[in-house]
């Protein structure tokens, strides 16, 4: 992996106090117990789709490289698999490291190198809290580039198949004290505005 | 044996048959799932958590709390449902400060939650509570010569740091079943992959790649069907496999089941009530094979 070890040299944006914000979240307090092995380089099922290695978006968060992790299209590709952390030796929860890397790279608008990732994170929490639980057709219209023609012939076919096998129901299955989940989503809103 | 039962969102709508062959499965096999009423989203992996962690762990928490008036372990059937609600658990256990916050936001909701339900993977349940000498004594229709590719994917065994009842590198508790059952079960190096899960909704073509992979291992070990514990995993493997053959242009064919859906065939249950029709590839080659042979009809 040398060269994308001189991408990093190379470029010098250093945030100092990065570190410091991602070991404040709950996975992040590992990131300097990394030993850069390379185990979860090399044991990441999805590191043909990314730009940094998982071992080196930690590296680039010691380092202070904010702008570039964030931009990263690793930390949206991540599939929260869980391969590196059963191997990984120090224990360091990667996933989660990359989760709190995408609420950070939305919380600082940071435009993401694949646009539907954060669209699908609100739309996602949205529906969950609307109804207090999925509904996948709705989460699948919200993602949809309805300026394609295409696509969206695409993704009728699509769904009239899995509505033909039962698959997908047309009314959302909704809970019934959703006085308890509009609580849980105002409060736990409130902690994300006091963060920032 | 008698259980809080956790369905989950998938399990409602595009894994309707996992639940409906699991439901089948424990008729035979004595087990009672208790619905956990009114439960909510289990706070997901990363789609909800990426977004707001607390606000994921408080929904993991608000089914806690729900559960633990039933004093009963929690069961789900869904891999990923398990590990969000395993490590929700996990992480509120061991920091202070996340269990204070997200005791705040409960609080505000009217809700009290302790964190102290044991969570837990159906095919758990079936390996160490059932058993799979109890599981061969059920069976009707042994599926000689049925050659299986047992696919675990991620959650279900990793990562061992956060609840595991198998091995993270060679799990076998699947595989102990299909031998039960009287089929074999085939030994490959990718039974733990990824699938991609929910990349299906945003990178296609990453997940169609990994899928890929999946499918074409188990074809080449021959399998006659792969079985799988995850509603993600097998609406990418099944759902799926037909963008799958068109975008490298395979023509693959692979059956894939749930494993309940298995043993009920194996326990000569009714197909219908084990959701047979509901699967996108087809399951003739593998219901010929079966003495008798079963027919399914192919709408639902």
Not at chain 2, 115 to 126: A, F, N, P, Q, T
Not at chain 2, 231 to 240: E, G, R, T, V
């Amino acid at each position: 992996m040398a060269h994308t070890q001189t991408n990093v040299i190379m470029n010098q944006k250093v945030d100092s106090s990065f570190l410091e914000e991602m070991e404040k979240t709950a996975a992040g307090k590992k990131i300097l117990d990394c030993i850069q092995c390379g185990i979860c380089a090399g044991s990441c099922h999805a590191r043909f789709a990314m730009d940094y290695s998982p071992m080196q978006i930690i590296k680039m968060v010691q380092l202070g490289l904010k702008e570039d992790v964030l931009s990263s299209s690793s930390i949206w590709i991540c599939a929260s698999c869980y391969t590196c952390t059963s191997r990984c030796p120090r224990g360091i929860d990667i996933p989660l490291v990359m989760s709190s890397l995408k609420n950070k790279a939305m919380e600082n608008k940071v435009p993401a190198k694949i646009p539907t990732k954060p669209k699908f994170h609100k739309g996602f929490t949205e529906i969950v809290g609307k109804y207090g639980r999925m509904h996948e057709p709705q989460l699948q219209i919200k993602l949809m580039k309805k300026t394609n023609p295409n696509e969206v012939l695409n993704n009728m076919a699509f769904g009239f198949q899995m509505l033909r096998k039962g698959k997908v129901k047309i009314t959302p299955s909704k809970i019934k004290r959703t006085k308890e989940i509009e609580a849980i989503f105002k409060g736990a809103q409130k902690k994300e505005e006091v963060k920032k | 044996m008698k259980y809080a039962y956790f369905p989950g969102c998938s399990v409602e709508a595009s894994a309707h048959e996992y639940g409906m062959s699991c439901m089948a499965v424990n008729k035979v096999l004595g087990i009672e799932l208790v619905e956990i009423p009114d439960w909510n989203c289990c706070g997901s992996i990363d789609a909800v958590h990426a977004y707001n962690p607390e606000l994921s762990l408080s929904l993991s928490a608000r089914n806690f709390s729900i559960a633990e008036t039933m004093n009963m372990d929690i069961v789900t059937l869904c891999s990923a449902c398990f590990f969000t609600l395993s490590r929700a658990s996990k992480m509120l256990h061991e920091d202070p400060n996340l269990k204070g916050a997200v005791d705040k936001i409960m609080n505000d909701a009217g809700l009290k939650f302790t964190g102290e339900s044991k969570i837990r993977h159906y095919l758990d349940v079936l390996i160490n509570d059932v058993g799979p000498s109890k599981i061969a004594e059920k069976v009707k229709v042994p599926l000689k010569g049925l050659k299986v590719a047992p696919y675990y994917g991620c959650l279900l065994v990793r990562p061992p740091q956060v609840r595991s009842f198998d091995d993270p590198e060679h799990p076998k508790s699947m595989d102990r079943i299909i031998e039960a059952i009287g089929a074999q079960s085939l030994d490959y190096p990718d039974k733990t992959r990824c699938c991609g899960a929910s990349l299906v909704l945003t990178d296609e073509s990453v997940m169609l790649e990994m899928t890929k992979d999946v499918l074409m291992s188990a074809r080449a070990i021959g399998a006659d069907c792969i079985v799988t514990p995850c509603p993600m995993c097998h609406f990418n493997l099944d759902a799926k496999q037909a963008d799958v053959e068109d975008h490298f242009d395979l023509n693959i064919d692979m059956p894939i089941l749930y494993f309940t859906q298995l043993m009920g065939l194996a326990f000569g249950l009714n197909p219908k009530d084990l959701g047979l029709g509901r699967n996108v590839v087809s399951l003739k080659a593998i219901l010929e094979k079966l003495k008798p042979p079963i027919e399914v009809a192919a709408k639902v």
